[in-house]
Structure formats: structure tokens, C-alpha cells
């Protein structure tokens, strides 16, 4: 069983940055994949980062150049780093973890869910 905890959300204005965290419990956190989506009001739950159990990271392409996924296994913590923040990126952000390891951009793909934080940007 494995346990993810988000923080890091706020309320930031339109060109600013936040850091979001996702503590993980368990011991085989450095073999996971893990993931960010983000659910805006009214819209479906979307895919924004992942990032391999070696390091390999992908994101959709409204936040590249922008968002910074990373681990730090010795902390069983995951962070986005998001810069240059847009009204369009409010949403509450998840955090996911895949035990398979490898890349996962869907959420059926990911067997762990945290409780998500929301992200509020003002124009």
C-alpha cells in the first residue's frame, strides 16, 4: 500500500511560480514512476508531468518550458516545479504513482492517488 500526500498549492497571481510536493510512503518509492494531473472546474482530469524511475520525465505540451517535474528518492518526495504560471493552469493538481516504473501518461496507468492541492492563478 502506498500512501501520497500532496502540498505545496496556493493562490498565486499570473506569471508567478509555486512548488508543488508529494510525500510518498513505502519503501520502494525509488522503483515508481510517478505522475502529475490536474482537474480545472468542469473539465476532465488531464495528464501534466510524469517521471521514470530512472529519471526519464515527459509533459503535455501546454506546460513545457514552464513546469519542472523531479524526485528526490531519499525524501520518497516528487515535486513540480511551475513557473510562468497562467489562469489556465487552476485546477487541483494529483499526484500518481505507477509501481511499473516506466513513463505512464494515463491515468489508468497509475494504481496510487493522492488527495490533490488546489492551484488558483489570478489574471
Known amino acids: 500500500q502506498v500512501q501520497l500526500v500532496e502540498s505545496g498549492g496556493g493562490l498565486v497571481q499570473a506569471g508567478g511560480s509555486l512548488r508543488l510536493s508529494c510525500l510518498a510512503s513505502?519503501?520502494?518509492?525509488?522503483?515508481?514512476?510517478m505522475g502529475w494531473f490536474r482537474q480545472a472546474p468542469g473539465k476532465e482530469r488531464e495528464f501534466v508531468a510524469a517521471?521514470?524511475?530512472?529519471?526519464?520525465?515527459r509533459y503535455v505540451d501546454s506546460v513545457k518550458g514552464r513546469f519542472t517535474i523531479s524526485r528526490d528518492n531519499a525524501k520518497n518526495t516528487v515535486y513540480l516545479q511551475m513557473n510562468s504560471l497562467k489562469p489556465e493552469d487552476t485546477a487541483v493538481y494529483y499526484c500518481?504513482?505507477?509501481?511499473?516504473?516506466?513513463?505512464?501518461?494515463?491515468?489508468?496507468?497509475?494504481?496510487?492517488w493522492g488527495q490533490g492541492t488546489q492551484v488558483t492563478v489570478s489574471s
Open positions: 513505502g519503501r520502494t518509492f525509488s522503483s515508481f514512476a
Open positions: 517521471i521514470s524511475w530512472s529519471g526519464d520525465t
Open positions: 500518481a504513482a505507477d509501481e511499473r516504473g516506466y513513463i505512464a501518461t494515463l491515468m489508468i496507468q497509475y494504481r496510487y
